[in-house]
């Protein structure tokens, strides 16, 4: 029975090797979501890396003006709009609680949490 345990790993490698590839994928599609947003930026790992410290400011929570206005005064390149539309898409992509309002604010009346 040398073949069942070598399936077992197999699968096992197979589960844990999913969520990095997802994760690789879901890193790109936000690169390229800035991209079609119009934001530019020299290094995408350091995108990616402020991109998933805007959920960190969140998950502290911070208001979306406190995060905006973060972002503005750690990069002043972004201008007009730019910092908030990064921080929507970093949201979207890396904590999307943030965007569906699930973790903010009172619960109404008979909702779970409350």
């Known amino acids: 029975m040398r073949f069942l345990p070598g399936v077992t790993s197999l699968a096992t490698m197979i589960i844990l090797a999913a969520p990095a590839h997802a994760d690789i994928d879901n890193d790109q599609d936000f690169l390229k979501d ?10 995408g790992g350091s995108a990616i890396t402020i991109g998933k410290s805007v959920c960190e400011l969140f998950d502290d929570g911070q208001s979306d003006a406190k995060v905006v206005t973060d972002l503005r005064n750690q990069n002043p390149d972004f201008q007009g709009a730019a910092a908030a539309k990064f921080a929507y898409l970093s949201a979207a992509h890396y904590c999307p609680k943030y965007i569906t309002g699930e973790e903010r604010g009172p619960k109404p009346d008979g909702a779970v949490g409350n």
């Open 34 to 43: 800035l991209r079609d947003a119009g934001l530019t930026y020299q290094d």
